[in-house]
């Protein structure tokens, strides 16, 4: 989990330009980012709800990610 201090700053930049507080957390070819810069482009307000719900929330459970059945 991140500190205090960078939280607030990728949230910071997820208000500014969402995609790019998305970007500093998840990487550039993964599916938050690419779903962000689509809800950006439809609308400026539904990017920062994404951008903010994929900051704090999605980095919340890491253990949701796809494991296969046998490991």
Do not use: K, Q
Not at 17 to 45: A, K, N, Q
Request: hydrophobic share 50%.
């Amino acid at each position: 989990m991140a500190s205090s201090c960078g939280m607030f700053l990728e949230i910071l930049l997820a208000i500014l330009l969402p995609p790019l507080g998305v970007f500093f957390r998840h990487g550039c070819c993964s599916c938050e980012f690419l779903l962000c810069v689509v809800l950006t482009l439809l609308g400026y307000i539904p990017g920062i709800i994404y951008a903010i719900y994929a900051i704090v929330v999605r980095d919340s459970y890491p253990d949701d990610e796809w494991r296969p059945l046998n490991a």
